[in-house]
């Protein structure tokens, strides 16, 4: 057996893997899964979720109506899996639990991508305000109703700490043990902190696919950028005669790979070095010990800056953020004053929230229904909302 097939068939997990028999548990205790660990029984529910397959209709970088070939949430976090999966077993962390997070980390999004992320904060500015981030986790912990014992998903400590990114102090404080890190500035497991940087390493290399294909960036523009310009090279003394789009094709596949294997090499080293034998010798190190190499995190901000000047702030991008945020603005301004235009279930839980948070919670509740709509739903709601022929 060489060397390569014995590293892919070791299953053998790192000492400071995160164990699903050492988890801190689930809110709602249950009993143990049969034939899965706690860390597939929470990445299965994710799957069956209503949430994940709204992922579908929600706009990544371009509207759901631009394109059928563009990123959408839910393709964005299937390759945010997939990457975070390769890391996790070239660094033999827990697979499952890395899947998970990576399949649920943006459940919370609004319609619309940040357009919609940014009106709806706006809107709740005097109700506690919106942040995708915590509303993830609002949707695992309760929004979703499936199981007879308890809300939501009742997912484990360590899903939901993948899933909770980041957060304010301030919240932080109100989200118990959860938020706890955040105060104390502790790390979460190497699982989550991989499967944040896959999330960058996926959408920096969907952005340059999707950005070339909508014609708003090109590749002589993106030669300027040291990252794309390495991979190009290297595409163009293979193939000198391949088709561009095939040869965008290989840049963006290398684009994947040379990150991957930078984030691996470089986070071997520093656990070997650091060599935390648990989870909690992770949580206590003083900064996340998954990273890219000095040289790598450079070029990234790089390829990053270039992508939110030349494409996420395009005129035709930024058009569309507009009218999205003018769309959510105008919803969550008529529900407020009228819960009673939106469907009964929605009108049931603002009565619901408002007879316990007050006014706050009459604007949770319409935040959650906004939140939960997908792009070509919010759309729908809003010609039927305010045009009279609709
Ligand atoms: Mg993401």
Do not use: W
């Amino acid at each position: 057996m060489n060397s390569a097939s014995a590293t892919i068939h070791n299953s053998t997990l790192a000492p400071c893997a995160a164990d699903p028999a050492a988890s801190r548990g689930r809110l709602h205790p249950e009993a143990s899964p049969a034939y899965r660990s706690e860390y597939q029984r929470d990445r299965d529910r994710i799957i069956h979720s209503a949430a994940f397959r709204r992922l579908e209709y929600k706009t990544q970088v371009f509207v759901n109506h631009e394109g059928d070939l563009f990123r959408t949430r839910l393709t964005h976090s299937i390759e945010v899996a997939q990457v975070a999966r390769s890391i996790a077993r070239a660094l033999q962390l827990n697979e499952d639990l890395t899947e998970g997070i990576a399949l649920a980390h943006d459940l919370g999004h609004t319609p619309f991508g940040h357009a919609g992320q940014d009106a709806l904060n706006a809107c709740m500015k005097s109700y506690g305000g919106f942040e995708h981030n915590l509303q993830s986790l609002r949707v695992v912990d309760e929004l979703e109703e499936r199981y007879a014992e308890f809300p939501g998903l009742n997912l484990t400590f360590e899903t939901r700490e993948g899933i909770l990114k980041h957060c304010s102090l301030k919240n932080a404080a109100e989200l118990g043990e959860l938020g706890r890190r955040f105060i104390e500035k502790q790390q979460p497991t190497l699982e989550a902190q991989l499967t944040n940087l896959a999330d960058e390493i996926a959408y920096n290399s969907h952005d340059v696919d999707d950005g070339l294909r909508s014609g708003l960036i090109t590749v002589e523009a993106l030669a300027t950028i040291t990252l794309f310009q390495e991979q190009y090279e290297i595409v163009r003394s293979l193939y000198p005669d391949l088709a561009p789009r095939r040869t965008i094709h290989e840049i963006v596949r290398r684009l994947i790979g040379c990150q991957v294997i930078d984030l691996v090499e470089t986070s071997k080293a520093a656990l070997l070095q650091a060599n935390p034998d648990s989870t909690d010798a992770v949580r206590r190190h003083g900064e996340p010990l998954i990273d890219f190499s000095d040289s790598m995190r450079a070029k990234n901000i790089e390829l990053k800056r270039f992508l939110r000047t030349r494409l996420y702030r395009h005129y035709r991008v930024h058009r569309m953020s507009a009218k999205a945020g003018r769309t959510i603005t105008a919803l969550f301004e008529a529900y407020i004053d009228d819960p009673r235009l939106m469907p009964e279930d929605a009108q049931q839980q603002v009565a619901l929230l408002e007879k316990t948070f007050g006014k706050d919670g009459r604007a949770r509740a319409v935040a959650d229904y906004i939140a939960g709509m997908t792009d070509r739903y919010a759309i729908a709601e809003y010609q039927r909302t305010f045009n009279p022929a609709n």
